[in-house]
């Protein structure tokens, strides 16, 4: 089993929608908690950043992280075309040189 | 450009090749890391340096990979003997040593093709 899960999609949605990607991890150790969008043939640019649990909102992005359940959000209000992308989930233990744990990613597409 | 720089960007290479990866950090970014990605995967941990020291290495990593950042600068990510199973996006990430929010700046990735 993984350390990190996350549904690899992909998923569709029309403009507008709101979208709920997630991912559920297993080691406890983990307190950092990141979401990054990569465009296809780029590399992975940070997009959201969460300390412990907790919400953090920031423009139309909201992350959610639930250490008791083990399970992080990503909530992407008033979607649009420029969003779709994959949506990779990443998290790291206190200390280890910033190593960090990814998911699968999830492909979103945002249709006109 | 001051960001994350990788070279070659795309390399293919028949089985039994030698290949050689580049990456250049943003200056004064002390922390380099190498990750690999397979399609439809997220990146994968390989190894990473403070500085020229490599700190820590992947079970991924075999005896055919090796990783080299000479004077804490640019760092070399050297394939031998490769194989088909090597085919793979290998992204470059740096990260000023001293960040509380873990984030890694990444390059644009360095995609192998071994035929």
């Known amino acids: 089993q993984k350390e990190v899960e996350q549904d690899p999609g992909p998923l569709s949605v029309p403009e507008g929608a709101i979208v709920s990607l997630n991912c559920t991890y297993s080691n406890s150790a983990f307190q950092y908690f990141m979401w990054y969008r990569q465009y296809s043939r780029k590399g992975p640019e940070l997009l959201m950043y969460?300390?412990?649990?907790g919400n953090k909102e920031d423009g139309r992005f909201t992350a959610q992280v639930d250490k008791s359940s083990k399970y992080i959000s990503l909530f992407i209000r008033d979607s649009q075309p420029s969003d779709s992308a994959t949506y990779l989930c990443?998290?790291?233990?206190?200390?280890?040189?910033?190593?960090?744990?990814f998911g699968t990613g999830t492909q979103l597409k945002v249709e006109l | 450009d001051t960001g994350v720089s990788q070279n070659p960007r795309h390399k293919i290479t028949k089985r039994g090749q030698n290949v050689t990866f580049r990456c250049d950090p943003i200056s004064e970014h002390n922390r380099l890391y190498w990750y690999r990605q397979t399609l439809g995967q997220g990146p994968e941990f390989l190894t990473y340096?403070?500085?020229?020291?490599?700190?820590?290495k992947s079970r991924l990593l075999s005896d055919r990979f090796s990783a080299e950042r000479p004077k804490g600068s640019f760092s070399t990510l050297e394939i031998q003997r490769t194989e088909q199973g090597d085919s793979a996006m290998y992204l470059c990430?740096?990260?000023?040593?001293?960040?509380?929010?873990?984030?890694?700046?990444f390059g644009e990735g360095s995609r192998l093709t071994v035929l």
């Open positions: 340096f403070q500085n020229e020291a490599q700190l820590e």
């Open positions: 969460t300390y412990s649990s």
């Open positions: 990443a998290m790291r233990a206190t200390g280890g040189g910033n190593k960090l744990t």
């Open positions: 990430a740096s990260s000023p040593g001293t960040a509380n929010t873990g984030e890694l700046f």
